[in-house]
């Protein structure tokens, strides 16, 4: 409907029409236009655009609204935004143009956004909001409520008085819950909660997610490296936190980037996969190598040409499964070095019941087929499903070790288990799976 009324340029019932929508589903609607038709939207709104939907576009959709936006707009639109939202706006813009921008806003946000933007990307510093309010331990209830009253600008939301020193170091924090059932001459120092969890700046925000999930927390203060307050972080923004690391390790199991959004380039999206489908060709080539050691042992018997991709595949998915728990668990913290021995015994003795049913499941029915439907002799077709069985127990005993063996040792070295883990797993599998079930065959079935 929308689409129509841009396409016949009625600006009127445009406007009416996203005036009854929330940021959030303004942008939803970007998302769904072509790029034409987001650049006639954004003309047609103007200033008019509520800003929090910038916050809320996904990249390619972003820029696109950046594009046709005037610096003065973009301008306006940054500076109704929280800090943190402001800097997840402008951090993908170019230097030139990021400085265009902030060059047009009001001195303080600009100094804001600027501190914001010297953190790393991911850290807690980049995602907090710089805008708290603190007051002095020796201050009572009443003129801290008073101070409220007087203050012109505080925090769009917040959930804790903060309670700091002179130097603005945190000594503890009052829950508003608690704050308002105090008596007004009440010392506010008496009532705040001793030693909070406190965020260093410069921590990655996966390990504030953990804290927040660990200690059931709505919002905690951001400190830099002098222990001085600079922000803090609220659950909203660990809600995000957790989507987009979610979606980040979804994404990166498959070996590809987060192009998942309709509005990014074909060119990029391209891209960003052939890298890892090169990887996973050399991998390819390398279980071919394998094979093609034992191409005689093949010509002399055809029925492993048939079997062997039944090897590979179980292990593959038995790996798979093991790496998928594996990445998750040291995504949550619960995969650690105290747990890693009792996990990996764990993953082997599943990987040894199941690699012996399959086995057995698999064997006989080999066995059978090769000697029901193929008119072999009983005795060849029972070795026939005895290698079978004995490469299959191998291959998913090999698959369970290498799917949390190798996410582990990855984390060690510094490495994203969830964007490395699956080429090597698959090359583990796909090699020990031929060269077992292959090299078993040429020293027991083939003279």
Partial sequence: MIRERIDERDDDEVRRQVAELKPADVADLIEQLGEDDTRKLVEIEGAELPAEALAELEDGARDTVIDALSTEQLAEAVAELDTDEAAFVLEDMGEKDRAEVLAEMPIADRLALKAALEYDDETAGRIMQRD?????????????????????????????????????????????????????????????????????????????????????LISAPVVDDSKRLVGMVTVDDVVEIVREE?????????????????????????????????????????????????????????????????????????????????????????LTGATAVRAVW???????????????????????????????????????????????????????????????????????????????????TDVVGFFAFLGLAATFLVN
Avoid: H
């Fill in 132 to 216: 708290v309010f603190a007051a002095p331990g020796y201050w009572t209830v009443g003129q801290i409520l008073d101070r409220l009253r007087s203050v012109e600008r505080l925090p769009e939301t917040f959930y804790d008085v903060y309670v700091v020193d002179p130097g603005y170091k945190i000594i503890g924090l009052v829950p508003l819950s608690k704050f308002i059932k105090a008596k007004r001459d009440q010392i506010v120092q008496e009532l705040c909660t001793p030693e909070p969890i406190v965020i260093d700046a410069k921590m990655d925000q996966e390990e504030v997610a953990y804290l927040f999930e660990k200690y059931n």
């Fill in 346 to 428: 764990k993953e082997t003795a599943v990987s040894v019941i199941n690699g012996a049913a399959f086995a057995v499941l698999m064997g006989v029915a080999a066995g059978l087929w090769y000697a029901g439907l193929v008119g072999q002799p009983r005795a060849e077709a029972t070795a026939l499903g005895s290698v079978l069985a004995a490469a299959m127990i191998i291959n998913m005993l090999c698959a369970g070790l290498a799917g949390i063996l190798i996410p582990l040792g990855l984390q060690r070295a510094g490495q994203d288990p969830a964007v490395s883990s699956a080429v090597f797993v698959t090359t583990v």
């Fill in 246 to 334: 979610i979606n980040e390790d979804m994404l990166a199991l498959a070996g590809i980037e987060e192009d998942n959004a309709i509005n990014m380039p074909i060119r990029k999206v391209a891209r960003s996969r052939f890298v890892w489908l090169l990887v996973n060709l050399g991998t390819a080539i390398l279980a071919s190598f394998i094979i093609g050691l034992f191409d005689a042992t093949i010509q002399q018997m055809v029925a492993l040409a048939i079997l062997m991709p039944i090897v590979a595949s179980m292990g593959g998915n038995a790996g798979t499964q093991t790496m998928t728990v594996a990445v998750r668990n040291l995504s949550t913290r619960t």
